[in-house]
Protein backbone atom coordinates (compact mmCIF):
# COMPACT_ATOMS: atom_id res chain seq x y z
CA UNK A 1 0.00 0.00 0.00
CA UNK A 2 1.08 3.52 -0.70
CA UNK A 3 2.24 6.14 2.22
CA UNK A 4 -0.28 8.08 0.64
CA UNK A 5 -3.18 5.63 0.44
CA UNK A 6 -2.15 4.30 4.38
CA UNK A 7 -2.12 8.07 5.17
CA UNK A 8 -5.85 8.40 4.06
CA UNK A 9 -7.67 5.52 5.78
CA UNK A 10 -5.59 6.60 8.97
CA UNK A 11 -7.94 10.16 8.48
CA UNK A 12 -10.86 8.44 7.75
CA UNK A 13 -10.23 6.12 10.69
CA UNK A 14 -9.53 8.61 13.44
CA UNK A 15 -12.87 10.78 11.79
CA UNK A 16 -15.07 7.79 11.99
CA UNK A 17 -14.17 6.52 15.56
CA UNK A 18 -12.86 10.16 17.04
CA UNK A 19 -9.52 8.86 18.28
CA UNK A 20 -6.04 10.30 18.41
CA UNK A 21 -2.82 8.64 18.08
CA UNK A 22 0.47 9.02 19.80
CA UNK A 23 3.83 7.24 19.24
CA UNK A 24 4.83 5.68 22.55
CA UNK A 25 2.19 3.41 24.75
CA UNK A 26 0.95 4.86 27.85
CA UNK A 27 1.97 1.65 31.13
CA UNK A 28 -1.73 2.28 32.65
CA UNK A 29 -3.95 -0.79 32.33
CA UNK A 30 -6.95 0.32 29.72
CA UNK A 31 -8.96 -2.00 28.24
CA UNK A 32 -6.39 -2.40 24.71
CA UNK A 33 -6.54 -4.26 21.39
CA UNK A 34 -3.32 -5.14 19.47
CA UNK A 35 -3.65 -5.02 15.95
CA UNK A 36 -0.85 -6.80 14.04
CA UNK A 37 0.39 -7.23 10.57
CA UNK A 38 0.99 -10.94 10.53
CA UNK A 39 3.79 -11.49 8.44
CA UNK A 40 6.10 -8.35 9.18
CA UNK A 41 5.72 -9.64 12.87
CA UNK A 42 6.70 -13.33 11.31
CA UNK A 43 9.17 -11.83 9.65
CA UNK A 44 10.62 -10.62 12.86
CA UNK A 45 10.10 -13.61 15.18
CA UNK A 46 11.49 -15.51 11.97
CA UNK A 47 12.67 -19.34 12.29
CA UNK A 48 16.48 -21.33 11.71
CA UNK A 49 16.75 -23.58 9.17
CA UNK A 50 16.47 -27.04 10.52
CA UNK A 51 13.93 -25.65 12.90
CA UNK A 52 10.35 -27.64 12.97
CA UNK A 53 7.02 -25.89 12.22
CA UNK A 54 5.17 -27.33 15.08
CA UNK A 55 7.76 -25.92 17.38
CA UNK A 56 7.54 -22.58 15.11
CA UNK A 57 3.73 -22.21 15.37
CA UNK A 58 4.15 -22.65 19.12
CA UNK A 59 6.95 -20.17 19.87
CA UNK A 60 4.80 -17.72 17.82
CA UNK A 61 1.80 -18.48 19.61
CA UNK A 62 3.58 -17.77 22.61
CA UNK A 63 5.00 -14.43 21.70
CA UNK A 64 2.08 -13.06 20.20
CA UNK A 65 -0.02 -13.79 23.13
CA UNK A 66 2.79 -12.80 25.90
CA UNK A 67 4.77 -9.39 23.73
CA UNK A 68 2.04 -7.27 24.68
CA UNK A 69 1.18 -4.48 26.77
CA UNK A 70 -0.54 -4.60 30.05
CA UNK A 71 -4.40 -4.65 30.27
CA UNK A 72 -4.27 -6.43 26.47
CA UNK A 73 -7.72 -8.29 26.12
CA UNK A 74 -8.21 -8.05 22.04
CA UNK A 75 -5.65 -9.30 20.11
CA UNK A 76 -6.08 -8.91 16.33
CA UNK A 77 -3.42 -11.18 13.64
CA UNK A 78 -3.97 -9.87 10.27
CA UNK A 79 -2.60 -11.87 7.32
CA UNK A 80 -2.25 -10.35 3.42
CA UNK A 81 -3.58 -13.12 0.88
CA UNK A 82 -1.23 -14.13 -1.09
CA UNK A 83 -3.24 -16.45 -4.36
CA UNK A 84 -2.24 -16.71 -7.45
CA UNK A 85 -4.38 -13.61 -8.49
CA UNK A 86 -3.31 -11.69 -6.39
CA UNK A 87 -0.82 -8.29 -8.08
CA UNK A 88 1.23 -8.28 -4.88
CA UNK A 89 2.20 -12.06 -5.51
CA UNK A 90 2.86 -11.49 -9.23
CA UNK A 91 4.96 -8.69 -8.51
CA UNK A 92 7.14 -10.27 -6.11
CA UNK A 93 7.31 -13.94 -7.68
CA UNK A 94 8.60 -11.76 -10.94
CA UNK A 95 11.53 -9.78 -8.85
CA UNK A 96 12.44 -13.23 -7.56
CA UNK A 97 12.32 -15.53 -10.61
CA UNK A 98 14.68 -13.11 -12.00
CA UNK A 99 17.56 -14.49 -10.05
CA UNK A 100 16.67 -18.07 -9.17
CA UNK A 101 13.16 -20.59 -9.51
CA UNK A 102 11.01 -20.25 -6.71
CA UNK A 103 10.81 -23.22 -4.54
CA UNK A 104 7.44 -23.92 -2.81
CA UNK A 105 7.60 -25.66 0.77
CA UNK A 106 5.22 -27.98 2.51
CA UNK A 107 4.31 -26.53 6.19
CA UNK A 108 3.22 -29.06 7.65
CA UNK A 109 3.95 -30.56 11.33
CA UNK A 110 6.44 -33.46 10.13
CA UNK A 111 8.43 -30.99 7.70
CA UNK A 112 11.55 -28.53 9.28
CA UNK A 113 12.44 -25.08 8.02
CA UNK A 114 14.92 -24.15 5.45
CA UNK A 115 16.83 -21.04 4.96
CA UNK A 116 14.12 -17.80 5.91
CA UNK A 117 15.76 -16.00 3.25
CA UNK A 118 14.88 -18.21 0.21
CA UNK A 119 11.42 -19.37 2.40
CA UNK A 120 10.30 -15.60 2.61
CA UNK A 121 10.87 -14.83 -1.21
CA UNK A 122 8.17 -17.07 -2.28
CA UNK A 123 4.42 -16.02 -1.71
CA UNK A 124 2.93 -19.16 -1.93
CA UNK A 125 5.68 -20.19 1.34
CA UNK A 126 4.26 -17.51 3.28
CA UNK A 127 0.87 -18.26 1.97
CA UNK A 128 1.39 -21.74 3.27
CA UNK A 129 3.35 -20.36 6.53
CA UNK A 130 -0.11 -17.95 7.62
CA UNK A 131 -2.75 -21.01 6.34
CA UNK A 132 -0.99 -23.51 8.83
CA UNK A 133 -0.46 -21.63 11.24
CA UNK A 134 -4.18 -20.23 11.51
CA UNK A 135 -5.48 -23.80 10.84
CA UNK A 136 -3.27 -24.93 14.09
CA UNK A 137 -4.40 -22.44 16.21
CA UNK A 138 -8.09 -23.17 15.64
CA UNK A 139 -7.43 -26.95 16.34
CA UNK A 140 -5.09 -26.55 18.89
CA UNK A 141 -6.64 -27.78 22.33
CA UNK A 142 -3.55 -26.66 23.99
CA UNK A 143 -4.19 -23.00 22.66
CA UNK A 144 -7.40 -22.50 24.23
CA UNK A 145 -6.73 -22.70 28.16
CA UNK A 146 -3.30 -20.48 27.47
CA UNK A 147 -5.84 -17.67 26.45
CA UNK A 148 -7.15 -17.12 29.42
CA UNK A 149 -9.27 -14.00 28.94
CA UNK A 150 -7.86 -12.76 25.64
CA UNK A 151 -9.63 -12.99 22.49
CA UNK A 152 -7.57 -13.88 19.27
CA UNK A 153 -8.92 -12.50 15.80
CA UNK A 154 -7.15 -14.42 12.86
CA UNK A 155 -8.50 -12.76 9.54
CA UNK A 156 -7.00 -13.21 5.79
CA UNK A 157 -4.80 -16.24 6.77
CA UNK A 158 -7.24 -19.11 5.66
CA UNK A 159 -7.25 -21.38 2.12
CA UNK A 160 -11.03 -19.73 2.48
CA UNK A 161 -9.47 -15.97 1.75
CA UNK A 162 -12.72 -14.09 3.22
CA UNK A 163 -12.15 -16.16 6.55
CA UNK A 164 -11.80 -14.63 9.73
CA UNK A 165 -12.32 -16.02 13.14
CA UNK A 166 -12.29 -15.26 17.10
CA UNK A 167 -10.65 -17.77 19.30
CA UNK A 168 -11.63 -17.87 23.26
CA UNK A 169 -10.61 -20.22 25.64
CA UNK A 170 -14.31 -21.88 25.08
CA UNK A 171 -14.39 -21.63 21.39
CA UNK A 172 -14.04 -20.62 17.87
CA UNK A 173 -16.58 -18.85 16.20
CA UNK A 174 -16.28 -16.83 12.54
CA UNK A 175 -16.91 -13.56 12.04
CA UNK A 176 -18.91 -11.92 9.58
CA UNK A 177 -17.76 -8.67 10.11
CA UNK A 178 -14.60 -8.90 9.27
CA UNK A 179 -14.66 -10.87 6.35
CA UNK A 180 -13.03 -9.17 3.38
CA UNK A 181 -11.45 -9.55 0.25
CA UNK A 182 -8.68 -7.47 0.71
CA UNK A 183 -5.46 -8.84 -0.33
CA UNK A 184 -3.57 -6.24 1.70
CA UNK A 185 -2.45 -6.82 5.66
CA UNK A 186 -2.51 -3.02 6.06
CA UNK A 187 -6.08 -2.44 4.80
CA UNK A 188 -7.48 -5.39 7.17
CA UNK A 189 -5.89 -3.43 9.87
CA UNK A 190 -7.51 -0.93 9.83
CA UNK A 191 -10.97 -2.75 9.37
CA UNK A 192 -9.78 -4.73 12.60
CA UNK A 193 -9.14 -1.11 14.39
CA UNK A 194 -12.76 -0.13 13.24
CA UNK A 195 -14.49 -3.16 14.57
CA UNK A 196 -12.69 -3.42 17.81
CA UNK A 197 -13.52 0.47 18.79
CA UNK A 198 -17.11 -0.05 17.46
CA UNK A 199 -17.68 -3.33 18.90
CA UNK A 200 -15.38 -4.26 21.68
CA UNK A 201 -15.33 -1.20 23.91
CA UNK A 202 -11.46 -0.76 23.77
CA UNK A 203 -9.88 2.17 25.75
CA UNK A 204 -7.07 2.10 22.97
CA UNK A 205 -5.47 0.31 20.42
CA UNK A 206 -1.93 -0.73 19.61
CA UNK A 207 -0.99 -1.61 15.60
CA UNK A 208 2.39 -3.57 15.44
CA UNK A 209 3.09 -2.95 11.87
Known amino acids: MSTGTKASLVNILKEKTKVSSIPDLPKDCLKTAVVVDAMSAIRHWSFHRGEGFGVITERYRHLLLNDVPPGTDIIHFCCDIYSTTSLKSAEQEQRYARSKPANVYEVSEQYTALDPKEFFAVSANKANLLSFLCDKW ?65 DRVAVCQ
Open 138 to 202: CADEQLEPGLGPTHLYLGGGFKEETKSVVLTAWSVMDVPALESTQHEADTRIFLHTLYSVQNEGV
